[in-house]
C-alpha cells in the first residue's frame, strides 16, 4: 500500500500539467507587467529584458505602437506622413487706366475658405502704396515683399469664409494704372518657405525651396504690356488680356531644391514678378525606425523609415504615379436627338475633384462655328450655374474643321475648379450640328 500512494500522489502535479495544457495557452493577466508589450488585452511578451524596437506593440485599438525589427510594414491610403502640397484654390487678376484716390478693389469670383491663406500682388504706377490692405471679410494683410513703394506683395489668412473683395489703399492721389494679382491658397499653414522678385519682363525668378512640398505661386503685375506666357511644369491660370498687365499660377515642386519658373511677360515692363514658394500643413508621422510602409492607393512603397522621418517621394522604390501630369476629362455632350442643335442648351455637371483646367476640345458633325462658355457655382451652391456665374469671356470655340484642341486659357476668367463645383457648358453658338462634345483637361 506504501507503494500505491507514493504514486498516488506522485500522479498529482502531472494531472495538474495536463489540466493546465488542456485550457490552452495561458492568460495575458498571468504575465509580469514588465514581460508585456502592448497595452490592450492581447499582446507579446518578452523575459523582459528585451528593449524598445525588439518586437512589435500594440494599443488597445490594434494600432501598432512600436514597430518592432527594421521589418515592420505599415500601410495606408496616403503617403506615410509626407505633405500634401499647397494648391491654388482660385486666382483673380484685374486692372485698371483710371485708378482714383490711390484705391482700387477686386473680388473674387467664388468665395473664399476661412483659414486659407491669401496672397495679392499690387502695383500704383504714379503713388507709392499705404501699409494697409483690407477685404470684406475682416482679414489681416501684412506685406511680405516690397520692389518699390507702388510695387507691394501682401498676405493674410482668409478671416472667414464667404464673398471676398480686396482692397489696395495707395496713398492720396491720382493712380494712373493700377492692377492686381490675387491666389487663394488651400492646404498650407501660411507658412512662406523663400520668396524672391524679378522684373516684369522676365517673370517670377528662381528659388531654392527648403522643404519637401513646396508650391511655387507665381505672381506678376505691369503697367505696361498682358501678353503672359507659361512654360511646364510652370501654369499659367489666369491673366489680364488688356495693359496694365497682371497674371497668377504656380509652379509644383518634388523636393527640397532650386526650381526656375516659367511665366514671362512678352514686352513688358514697369513692374515686377514674384515668386513665393508656400510651405505645406505638417502631418503625424506613423511608424518607427526601420518601418516600411505601402500607400495602398497608389502601390508606392517607402522606407525604411529614418531617425528623420520618411524618405521623400524621389526615394520612393515603386513610382508615386503611373502619370505625372493626372489630367482627367470634364466632358459636357449636346445632342440634339437627330435635329439641329439650337444656341442657348446648357449641360450641368457636379465635379468630384479639385483640379486645374490646362486644355479644352470641341467636336462636332458639322463643320461650323460652334461656341461654348463655361458657368461654375462654388462648392457648397445650392442653385445650378447661370450666365451670372460665366468664367468665361466670349467663350471658346471651334472654327474650322470638326475638331479643335488648344492650351490656351486666356478666355477663362479663372482656371481654378474645387472639388463639388457645379459646372455648366453653355452652346452660345451653333448653326446646324447634331451633335456637339465640349471636354475640359483638367490636371489635378
Known amino acids: 500500500m506504501t507503494h500505491k500512494k507514493t504514486l498516488l500522489f506522485s500522479l498529482i502535479p502531472f494531472a495538474a500539467l495536463l489540466l493546465m495544457a488542456a485550457s490552452?495557452?495561458?492568460r495575458w493577466d498571468q504575465f509580469r507587467a514588465a514581460d508585456k508589450h502592448g497595452t490592450g488585452s492581447y499582446g507579446q511578451s518578452s523575459d523582459g529584458t528585451g528593449a524598445s524596437g525588439d518586437i512589435a506593440a500594440f494599443n488597445a485599438d490594434g494600432t501598432i505602437t512600436d514597430g518592432g525589427a527594421a521589418s515592420g510594414l505599415l500601410s495606408g491610403s496616403t503617403n506615410p506622413g509626407i505633405p500634401v502640397s499647397p494648391t491654388v484654390r482660385q486666382t483673380q487678376v484685374s486692372s485698371s487706366h483710371t485708378g482714383s484716390g490711390g484705391n482700387y478693389s477686386s473680388s473674387f469670383t467664388s468665395p473664399v475658405v476661412a483659414g486659407n491663406t491669401i496672397l495679392v500682388a499690387g502695383l500704383c504706377d504714379n503713388n507709392p502704396i499705404a501699409g494697409t490692405m483690407t477685404d470684406?471679410?475682416?482679414?489681416?494683410?501684412?506685406?511680405?515683399?516690397?520692389?518699390?513703394t507702388n510695387i507691394v506683395v501682401?498676405?493674410?489668412?482668409?478671416?472667414?469664409?464667404?464673398?471676398?473683395?480686396?482692397?489696395?489703399?495707395?496713398?492720396?492721389?491720382?493712380?494712373?494704372?493700377m492692377s492686381m494679382a490675387m491666389v487663394e491658397v488651400a492646404n498650407t499653414i501660411g507658412t512662406v518657405d523663400i520668396s524672391n522678385s524679378g522684373a516684369a519682363?522676365?517673370?517670377?525668378?528662381?528659388?531654392?525651396?527648403?522643404?519637401?512640398?513646396?508650391?511655387l505661386i507665381l505672381l506678376s503685375v505691369a503697367q505696361y504690356g498682358s501678353a503672359y506666357a507659361a512654360a511646364p511644369p510652370s501654369v499659367l491660370l489666369q491673366s489680364q488680356t488688356t495693359t496694365p498687365g497682371a497674371a497668377a499660377g504656380y509652379m509644383p515642386t518634388t523636393s527640397a531644391?532650386?526650381?526656375t519658373p516659367s511665366l514671362t511677360l512678352s514686352s513688358g515692363s514697369n513692374g515686377a514678378g514674384f515668386t513665393i514658394a508656400m510651405g505645406p500643413v505638417p502631418v503625424t508621422s506613423p511608424g518607427v525606425v526601420g518601418n516600411f510602409y505601402i500607400n495602398t492607393s497608389t502601390?508606392?512603397?517607402?522606407?525604411?523609415?529614418?531617425?528623420s522621418g520618411w524618405n521623400t517621394l524621389g526615394d520612393s522604390l515603386i513610382p508615386e504615379a503611373t502619370s505625372p501630369?493626372?489630367?482627367?476629362?470634364?466632358?459636357?455632350?449636346f445632342d440634339g436627338g437627330g435635329s439641329a442643335l439650337s444656341a442657348g442648351k446648357v449641360v450641368y455637371l457636379r465635379t468630384p475633384f479639385a483640379c486645374t483646367i490646362v486644355s479644352w476640345s470641341i467636336a462636332s458633325t458639322t463643320a461650323e462655328t460652334d461656341t461654348v462658355a463655361l458657368w461654375r457655382v462654388a462648392t457648397g451652391g445650392t442653385a445650378l450655374p447661370t450666365s451670372s456665374n460665366s468664367i468665361s469671356t466670349a467663350g471658346v470655340s471651334l472654327t474650322s474643321g470638326t475638331a479643335a484642341y488648344s492650351t490656351t486659357l486666356t478666355d477663362f476668367t479663372s482656371t481654378a475648379i474645387a472639388a463639388?463645383?457645379?459646372?455648366?457648358?453653355?452652346?452660345?453658338a451653333v448653326t446646324a450640328s447634331h451633335f456637339v462634345n465640349y471636354t475640359l483637361g483638367c490636371q489635378q
Open 24 to 26: 490552452g495557452n495561458l
Open 136 to 148: 470684406s471679410r475682416g482679414s489681416v494683410y501684412a506685406s511680405i515683399m516690397t520692389v518699390s
Open 154 to 177: 501682401y498676405k493674410a489668412t482668409a478671416a472667414a469664409s464667404g464673398t471676398d473683395t480686396i482692397t489696395i489703399n495707395g496713398s492720396a492721389g491720382w493712380c494712373g494704372d
Open 201 to 215: 519682363s522676365t517673370g517670377p525668378p528662381a528659388v531654392t525651396t527648403t522643404k519637401y512640398g513646396d508650391t
Open 257 to 259: 531644391g532650386t526650381y
Open 299 to 307: 502601390g508606392a512603397l517607402w522606407g525604411p523609415k529614418s531617425s
Open 325 to 333: 501630369s493626372n489630367i482627367r476629362g470634364l466632358t459636357f455632350t
Open 420 to 428: 463639388n463645383d457645379w459646372l455648366a457648358a453653355s452652346l452660345t
